[in-house]
């Protein structure tokens, strides 16, 4: 069955039509067909997004984890006007690759001018979420597609994510029952230690940006602060140890869980185009980029990143 929404364009089956005191919107929401994420149509971001789509959007973000928007062409200004629609954003640590005029956008890319890295070139290199190293991990992050590499027509540099709620429920009880109560140690530049001893092109942080994200602990049961849901808040890119059990159960219970949450049926692997913006919960997601092109193959992107609150 075909459903149309007000402005016409096609539903697929098992979307959803937004009403908002019984008028039909122009937004509507498409969830995908895996764990976690839904397409929103019907909106041009660099247009300011009125109230009830905006409220719509939301509800729709906390409800799928993972928002698509296609075909945008966002300015900086209108990148970071939206993504404040949703909270506070960070500046990021990483301040060489802050863009030049708006600190807020944190640039990803491979591209160099001379020997120097425009933005991150490694982010996204292991399973993640994002500043999930700081006391206030981040709230959620709004990642814009300006140059995507490709290869006979086909995009590379996909991103996947994971559902950090999903693999959680999934877990076995005795499982759940021994990680109810443990703690681990997340850390940035334990981060940039093992993408050195990987052999990335990368230079420790340096003694300011160390000082502004000592290790930071956190419950590996997370409650997420506004759904409520369970989240397995883990990750192998910046979680360090568990704590207060033996280092060798650590290890092992690290390796199992960050195997168990990015298992395939909890996980939504994005194809990028140029214009597309996503959006995801850094508290029920986590993320990791495909490092299938090389230079001349250019990727860039623009990232703003919601600041958190502090985690358990
Ligand atoms: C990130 O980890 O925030 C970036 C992911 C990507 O480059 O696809």
Redesign the pocket.
């Known amino acids: 069955m075909t459903v149309y929404s007000s402005n016409e364009a096609p539903v697929a089956r098992g979307s959803r039509l937004a009403f908002h005191h019984g008028t039909l919107m122009a937004v509507s929401i498409h969830p995908f067909d895996t764990a976690l994420g839904a397409e929103v149509r019907g909106l041009d971001l660099s247009a300011s997004v009125d109230d009830s789509s905006f409220e719509i959007v939301r509800g729709a973000y906390e409800e799928h984890s993972l928002l698509l928007f296609r075909d945008q062409t966002l300015s900086p200004e209108q990148h970071i006007d939206f993504s404040r629609r949703f909270g506070a954003l960070e500046i990021h640590v990483l301040d060489q690759w802050r863009h030049p005029e708006h600190p807020e956008i944190l640039i ?1 890319s491979n591209i160099k001018d001379k020997d120097r890295h425009i933005g991150v070139p490694h ?2 290199r292991y399973w ?1 979420t ?1 500043l999930s190293y700081m006391v206030a991990p981040s709230r959620g ?1 709004l ?1 814009y597609a300006i140059e995507i590499p490709e290869q006979n027509g086909r995009p590379l ?1 996909d ?1 996947r994510f994971a559902s950090a709620v999903a693999a959680y429920e999934a877990l076995p009880d005795e499982i759940k029952a021994r990680i109810a109560d443990l703690s681990a140690t997340f850390s940035l530049a334990h981060h940039r230690s093992k993408l050195m001893a990987d052999g990335a092109d990368q230079s420790p942080l340096t003694p300011e940006q160390e000082v502004k994200v000592p290790t930071a602990v956190h419950k590996i049961v997370q409650v997420h602060p506004v759904t409520g849901r369970k989240c397995l808040f883990i990750n192998e890119g910046h979680a360090v140890e568990i704590l207060n059990v033996a280092p060798e159960e650590s290890r092992e219970l690290l390796d199992l869980l960050c195997r168990h949450v990015t298992k395939p049926e909890f996980v939504y692997r994005h194809q990028w185009r140029v214009g597309d913006l996503l959006m995801w919960d850094n508290v029920a997601t986590q ?1 990791i ?1 495909a490092f299938d092109y090389a230079l001349p193959q250019r990727r860039y ?1 623009h ?1 703003t990143t919601l600041e958190g609150v502090a985690l358990a």
């Open positions: 990803v982010a996204g993640h994002d992050s990642l540099g991103t993320h980029a992107l990232r």
